[in-house]
């Protein structure tokens, strides 16, 4: 493979498009800091000066024009930590199903896991901001961390190629004291409710109404069951006194789903 890019970086309309960096001259700091994360010598600074680049800095008067933010090294950082972590997640667990391997996939690069890696290599530290911007804020913001952590994976893949793309994630993602933590962690509630209805042949359960269900809660409005596909009447105590005050104990009334409704489901209010 490290041939193949070769070959494909050598090619004059692709290399153009490589070598446009940003304009921002890289800072003595920024310089020894990629340095000692790389451990060699540094090849064209300008696609790590970019990926250090948070997308405040572009729209700041004071930046020189042609300044580019990490955003589109983030894509490419984020299509090459996936295909590492999945050629490692399938050479590592030979017995696992691909459900479970997408599942510990998603644990290792969803943002608040990447953000915990970038924390350890302090990218935070260096990142080039905009002078209006909120530094203290930002500079530990999951979401700013886990851009500049996948950003920097890309502008490593374009200057050394996928072998020093593979090192870095090898030392600071899967090497990482937290690798096999967030790989035995059940934390994916909607993976283990999917997986529930499947083994209790139920229908598959309808997440987006879980964002209604606070909203529920609170106005006293019915709200179903992702799993039973039942509506229960919720709302504040005040307003369930109210309820159970009109309706006889013990008696409940039920409306039965419309025939053209796919899921069979029925509404009850007790």
Same mark, same amino acid.
């Given at each position: 493979?490290?041939?193949?890019?070769? /070959?494909?970086?050598?090619?004059?309309?692709?290399?153009?498009?490589? /070598?446009?960096?940003?304009?921002?001259?890289?800072?003595?700091?920024?310089?020894?800091?990629?340095?000692?994360?790389?451990?060699?010598?540094?090849?064209?600074?300008?696609?790590?000066?970019?990926?250090?680049?948070?997308? #405040?800095?572009?729209?700041?008067?004071?930046?020189?024009?042609?300044?580019?933010?990490?955003?589109?090294?983030?894509?490419?950082?984020?299509?090459?930590?996936?295909?590492?972590?999945?050629?490692?997640?399938?050479?590592?667990?030979?017995? #696992?199903?691909?459900?479970?391997?997408?599942?510990?996939?998603?644990?290792?690069?969803?943002?608040?896991?990447?953000?915990?890696?970038?924390? #350890?290599?302090?990218?935070?530290?260096?990142?080039?901001?905009?002078?209006?911007?909120?530094?203290?804020?930002?500079?530990? #913001?999951?979401?700013?961390?886990?851009?500049?952590?996948?950003?920097?994976?890309?502008?490593?893949?374009?200057?050394?190629?996928?072998?020093?793309?593979?090192?870095?994630?090898?030392?600071?993602?899967?090497?990482?004291?937290?690798?096999?933590?967030?790989?035995?962690?059940?934390?994916?509630?909607?993976?283990?409710?999917?997986?529930?209805?499947?083994?209790?042949?139920?229908?598959?359960?309808?997440?987006?109404?879980?964002? /209604?269900?606070?909203?529920?809660?609170?106005?006293?409005?019915?709200?179903?069951?992702?799993?039973?596909?039942?509506?229960?009447?919720?709302?504040?105590?005040?307003?369930?006194?109210?309820?159970?005050?009109?309706?006889?104990?013990?008696?409940?009334?039920?409306?039965?789903?419309?025939?053209?409704?796919?899921?069979?489901?029925?509404?009850?209010?007790?």
């Amino acid at each position: 493979m490290e041939q193949l890019w070769q /070959k494909i970086s050598a090619l004059p309309i692709f290399s153009a498009e490589l /070598k446009t960096g940003s304009a921002l001259t890289a800072t003595p700091e920024s310089i020894e800091f990629v340095s000692r994360l790389l451990g060699r010598k540094l090849g064209d600074m300008r696609f790590y000066t970019t990926a250090l680049t948070h997308r #405040s800095a572009v729209h700041d008067p004071s930046t020189p024009l042609n300044t580019h933010s990490n955003q589109r090294l983030e894509f490419l950082g984020d299509a090459i930590l996936g295909l590492v972590i999945t050629d490692y997640l399938f050479r590592e667990l030979p017995d #696992s199903p691909e459900g479970e391997l997408s599942n510990t996939r998603a644990k290792i690069v969803n943002r608040k896991s990447l953000a915990g890696f970038a924390r #350890s290599i302090k990218i935070g530290d260096h990142l080039i901001l905009g002078e209006s911007a909120d530094h203290a804020k930002i500079r530990v #913001s999951e979401s700013t961390l886990a851009d500049a952590l996948e950003a920097f994976i890309g502008a490593i893949w374009l200057d050394r190629g996928i072998s020093a793309a593979t090192s870095f994630i090898n030392e600071h993602v899967i090497e990482h004291r937290r690798f096999n933590t967030l790989i035995t962690a059940e934390n994916n509630h909607k993976s283990r409710l999917i997986e529930h209805t499947q083994a209790l042949h139920l229908p598959p359960p309808d997440t987006a109404s879980y964002r /209604k269900r606070a909203q529920s809660m609170k106005n006293g409005s019915p709200s179903r069951s992702a799993a039973t596909g039942k509506f229960s009447a919720e709302g504040s105590p005040r307003e369930k006194r109210m309820q159970n005050s009109t309706l006889p104990p013990k008696q409940c009334s039920t409306l039965k789903a419309y025939p053209e409704e796919k899921r069979a489901f029925s509404w009850r209010l007790c």
